[in-house]
């Protein structure tokens, strides 16, 4: 299976700051990737697909890049209700489905 | 609007077989570009594919539980079933339904409020 590396675990940013989550993958899986958010006590969202493109109604302060091997998830101007945990998801049809093991962004 | 609700045994003993069902409204499940899965997530830890069908239903399957998995649907009751066999406590977890959208890049849209299992004697 193709593992997927999340880091760093934890963030702490304040609101307003710019934070970067890395997600790598230990084989090239293109473009195939996408981001969840998860609050606690629900089920995690979808916020980008195709590394890139926002899911419908997310807002563009959200946004990600990468492919390959590499891919990088960024919150610009962080708001109060991003404090969550963000999972990358390895999205290859043809091999398992994976999740990088999340990066809590919290509250400075 | 979309929505999926999981319904379920909340506990299990270790041995014995779990089946879950997902009711489904709010779109189709002869859509062909359109799915329904399972994601089951430990607590504290990532979420875990379990398996998706279709609605040619062709099926994939994590094979990391060596067979123990079957998915199956009921398109007339627009229902979707999972049964995972020889349930241990580490499989305790909240197990989520979900929309499974794309054929080549597969991303999960929507998700049910999920099932919380416990396997324990």
């Known amino acids: 299976d193709i593992q997927m590396t999340q880091s760093p675990s934890s963030v702490s940013a304040s609101v307003g700051d710019r934070v970067t989550i890395t997600c790598r993958a230990s084989?090239?899986?293109?473009?195939?990737l996408a981001w969840y958010q998860q609050k606690p006590g629900e089920a995690p969202k979808l916020l980008l697909y195709?590394?890139?493109t926002l899911q419908t109604g997310v807002p563009s302060r959200f946004s990600g890049s990468g492919s390959g091997t590499d891919f990088t998830l960024t919150i610009t101007s962080l708001q109060p209700e991003d404090f969550a945990t963000y999972f990358c998801?390895?999205?290859?049809?043809?091999?398992?489905?994976?999740f990088g093991g999340g990066t809590k962004v919290e509250i400075k | 609007q979309v929505t999926l609700k999981e319904s379920g045994p909340v506990l299990v003993k270790p041995t014995e077989t779990l089946t879950l069902t997902c009711t489904v409204s709010?779109?189709?499940?002869?859509?062909?570009?359109?799915?329904v899965g399972w994601i089951r997530q430990p607590p504290g830890r990532a979420p875990e594919w379990l398996a998706h069908?279709?609605?040619?239903?062709?099926?994939s399957y994590n094979t990391s539980l060596r067979g123990r998995l079957t998915i199956s649907k009921d398109t007339s009751k627009r229902q979707v079933v999972l049964t995972l066999t020889n349930m241990d406590p580490v499989d305790t977890a909240t197990y989520y339904c979900?929309?499974?959208?794309?054929?080549?890049?597969?991303?999960?849209?929507?998700w049910g409020q999920g099932a919380l299992v416990t396997v324990s004697s």
């Open positions: 979900v929309r499974v959208r794309g054929l080549a890049t597969v991303m999960f849209d929507f």
């Open positions: 709010g779109f189709s499940l002869t859509n062909a570009r359109l799915g």
């Open positions: 069908i279709f609605s040619n239903d062709v099926k």
């Open positions: 084989q090239a899986i293109n473009s195939r």
């Open positions: 195709d590394a890139s």
């Open positions: 998801q390895q999205a290859n049809a043809f091999r398992a489905l994976t």
